[in-house]
């Protein structure tokens, strides 16, 4: 029998389906690189935003040319649930995935979760409906892990999880993210460690200093800002304002002069103002990321933002992500 799987969205989920697939394997399929050959189609599907969750939509008129059974897991909206039952043999969610062997696809960057699932119910986040609570993983458990991969000479480690700063070690109260990451760091072998996704919200000095004094830790940081303006990140529920985003960039800066820093943002937030665009504007100019992730915002159920009307035209929210673009390339 044969599984062909198609991911969709974060690293989380990519990782999230090379575990999937050592449980496909552990009941005896094999992995096809041709989807018409399989006889299960693994859907792992991400609800980010609605053009993801259409993108998935998209594919069930053509699953019905093809012999498989297909399931559609990963992160789902309950109220997306009804509609895809119609268009998927099963939907099926895979308990205790962290504790399964990943079939690894990339031989030289492995993934490593820390944690799945987050807390901070940000207004515009489907993650804390769609992957539920914070569970973080023993730090014993992590340590192991990162041993087996640097011995099968993976190069590049990725340590995973929706919001990395909230990591505490279930069995030991004082390992946080930044002693687990010194941990990792202390791992004999050559490799480097890239971790994703911080929150400016409690990225501390401690994880300053351990990023600055470890080697393997590599220069590139992703700190999701989201938005320019204070006004928009209250009703955004980031518990930061832009001053302490900006003073924390400094901070960093200092102690690792040469980082390559990126970020996520939000244009056309409900009720954001071309003045509170500005905000963003003059913030880019500022930091000048080296990256940014910039979405358009996109009204999603069951969050609390889907109560605010989402009043910014989508004409208007292209133009304020190619201002952004273009200051980027500038
Ligand atoms: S911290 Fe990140 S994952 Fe958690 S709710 Fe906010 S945006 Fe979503």
Not at 282 to 292: D, G, H, R, T, V
Request: charge should be positive.
């Amino acid at each position: 029998m044969k599984y062909y799987i198609i991911t969709f969205g974060c690293q989380m989920n990519k990782s999230d389906s090379e575990r999937i697939a050592s449980i496909l394997e552990e009941k005896g399929y094999k992995l096809t690189s041709k989807i018409n050959e399989a006889d299960l189609i693994v859907v792992n599907m991400c609800s980010v935003r609605q053009s993801a969750v259409d993108r998935v939509y998209g594919l069930i008129p053509k699953f019905k040319e093809l012999k498989a059974k297909t399931i559609l897991t990963g992160c789902i909206l309950k109220k997306d649930r009804p509609k895809f039952a119609k268009g998927f043999d099963q939907i099926i969610k895979f308990k205790d995935l962290l504790k399964y062997q990943p079939k690894r696809q990339n031989k030289l960057v492995a993934y490593v979760p820390i944690s799945n699932g987050c807390n901070n119910f940000c207004t515009y986040c489907v993650v804390p409906f769609t992957r539920g609570p914070l569970v973080c993983k023993e730090h014993q458990e992590i340590l192991k892990e990162v041993k087996d991969v640097v011995n099968k000479g993976f190069k590049e480690i990725w340590l995973l999880g929706q919001n990395v700063n909230d990591y505490t070690s279930p069995g030991d109260a004082s390992i946080n993210f930044p002693k687990l990451l010194k941990m990792v760091n202390d791992v004999p072998g050559g490799f480097q460690i890239r971790f994703t996704s911080p929150n400016p919200k409690n990225f501390s000095d401690e994880l300053i200093e351990v990023m600055a004094s470890s080697e393997k830790i590599a220069k590139f940081l992703n700190l999701p800002v989201q938005s320019g303006d204070n006004e928009i990140l209250k009703k955004m529920r980031r518990p930061y304002t832009i001053e302490q985003y900006k003073n924390l960039v400094k901070k960093i800066r200092q102690k690792i002069p040469n980082i390559n820093l990126s970020t996520d943002v939000i244009v056309g937030f409900p009720g954001e103002t071309k003045e509170q665009f500005e905000n963003t504007v003059k913030l880019f100019k500022e930091i000048k990321f080296n990256i940014a992730y910039i979405a358009k915002y996109s009204p999603r159920p069951g969050t609390a933002a889907l109560e605010m009307p989402d009043n910014i035209p989508l004409e208007e929210k292209k133009q304020r992500e190619k201002c952004l673009e273009n200051l980027l390339s500038s």
